[in-house]
């Protein structure tokens, strides 16, 4: 979809895309997306349930499960763009390469009160992967998520803000069973990492 839709109650569940956007892709757009569910999509490359491409978009209240990708984003995948999500769920989603849950790269905007659980990833972070971009995650758990490397979430080259969150439960098969952490100066306050397990170093952050 691109120009500036508003989507309101839409269910968009079993979608298979061969490459972005399994359930939902928005390009180029400036979007208000209000009490949306993608569940059950699957994208080759990238948002198996949610991608969004080069706009500024607004998220208020979205429930995104068992969805996945083959590379970024089992659950959203968002690049170059402008985010407000608040009151997600993501919840069982499914990468190979990058962020189970949530993928960002060269993003700003805000996650506020969001809840990632039981998603897993090949690579580097289970919950949320967080790439080039100064975001600020608020109010948010993050927990009993799986990844080779930051199994809560990972960040890479960027400052984000962590604002009140718990990241607990999670499993790393090598580093950073909560946070995995690198090339980064963010300010994180009120953050707890608590029973993060990883086979290697940092079980609760690396």
């Avoid at 569940?13 to 757009?29: D, F, K, M, R």
């Avoid at 090339?183 to 290697?200: D, E, F, I, K, L």
């Amino acid at each position: 979809s691109q120009g500036a839709p508003t989507l309101e109650s839409v269910d968009a569940s079993g979608n298979l895309a061969g490459q972005w956007g399994g359930g939902i892709h928005l390009e180029q757009t400036d979007a208000t997306l209000s009490d949306i569910r993608a569940t059950d999509n699957l994208a080759d490359y990238g948002g198996g349930g949610v991608s969004i491409d080069s706009g500024t978009v607004v998220v208020d209240g979205a429930w995104i499960e068992d969805n996945e990708s083959l590379y970024f984003g089992g659950g959203l995948y968002v690049y170059s763009s402008e985010m407000t999500l608040r009151d997600i769920d993501v919840i069982g989603n499914r990468a190979d390469s990058e962020g189970g849950g949530l993928y960002v790269y060269q993003v700003g905007g805000s996650v506020e009160h969001g809840w990632f659980e039981y998603n897993t990833v090949m690579h580097m972070g289970g919950g949320l992967s967080i790439q080039r971009s100064d975001v600020t995650i608020a109010q948010s758990v993050v927990v009993r998520n799986i990844a080779v490397d930051g199994a809560g979430l990972s960040i890479y080259d960027c400052d984000p803000t962590l604002h009140h969150m718990i990241v607990a439960d999670n499993f790393a098969a090598l580093t950073g069973g909560g946070i995995y952490a690198f090339s980064t100066q963010g300010v994180w306050s009120h953050v707890v990492a608590a029973a993060n397990v990883t086979s290697n170093y940092g079980a609760g952050i690396y």
